[in-house]
């Protein structure tokens, strides 16, 4: 039987950060607003904040679609509002080509920014050290490795890089227009291929590597949803803060 425990949390995980991530971007634009009073330049600032996001996003796009062969043509790392109210962030202009290559191209800022998130994770944020003794770290001692990982070098750097990368890295609704067919197809063939008796092979061979692989996204994503937390929360209190002074509401 293929065993996949990390799968439900890695669905809740993306679940959850889909909405924390618009979350974050409304209450940090509502903060920006309610300080210039400017959308213009409330625009300008939260480009500012999340450009090493944007532009490793716009570029996962376009350097994907050279390596399979797919033209492009502009591209482009500036936050614009669009006629319906919804702010995009960039985008990158590709030729029609195959769901699956469409498909692939769509995923590329996931799969690059789970991997920066990993890296910062495990290198800079002593995350493996951190997984290793979390079931054995209580709330007596999580002070204590909370300020052991800020005493690691350049954190606040990683940090912010981390709170850009992971909040512009998942693919938009244009993004993941082919998902839907690829996965279907993907469902189709793993069903051919256990209709043909190769179920217990499966589960031997793949689905350990398998298994592997989700609970090292569910830590990058882990990773991901505890920096965003950590900077929402102080925007959200910003932000009703400077709605009661100011006397004006952001809808």
Do not use: C
């Amino acid at each position: 039987m293929i065993h996949l425990d990390g799968l439900l949390w890695l669905l809740a995980l993306i679940g959850i950060l889909v909405f924390t991530q618009r979350q974050l971007h409304r209450q940090i634009q509502t903060t920006f607003l309610l300080i210039t009073r400017q959308p213009e330049a409330t625009i300008a600032l939260f480009s500012v904040l999340f450009l090493p996001g944007i532009a490793l996003h716009e570029f996962s796009h376009w350097i994907t679609a050279r390596l399979m062969g797919v033209r492009t043509g502009h591209f482009s790392v500036v936050p614009r509002r669009m006629a319906d109210g919804r702010l995009r962030l960039g985008y990158v202009e590709t030729a029609e080509t195959d769901i699956f290559r469409d498909a692939l191209i769509g995923a590329a800022p996931l799969i690059t920014g789970g991997i920066f998130i990993a890296y910062a994770g495990y290198i800079h944020f002593n995350g493996t050290e951190i997984q290793q003794n979390l079931p054995t770290i209580g709330w007596d001692r999580l002070g204590s490795a909370l300020q052991s990982l800020y005493s690691q070098p350049d954190f606040w750097i990683w940090f912010y890089l981390t709170v850009a990368i992971s909040s512009t890295m998942f693919p938009s609704s244009t993004d993941r227009r082919t998902w839907l067919p690829v996965s279907l197809v993907f469902v189709l063939l793993t069903g051919l291929v256990l209709l043909a008796g190769a179920g217990p092979w499966l589960a031997e061979n793949l689905s350990p590597l398998i298994n592997n692989i989700i609970w090292s996204s569910v830590f990058v994503l882990g990773i991901s949803f505890a920096v965003q937390i950590a900077l929402l929360i102080p925007f959200f209190i910003s932000g009703k803060i400077l709605m009661r002074l100011t006397g004006l509401r952001v809808l």
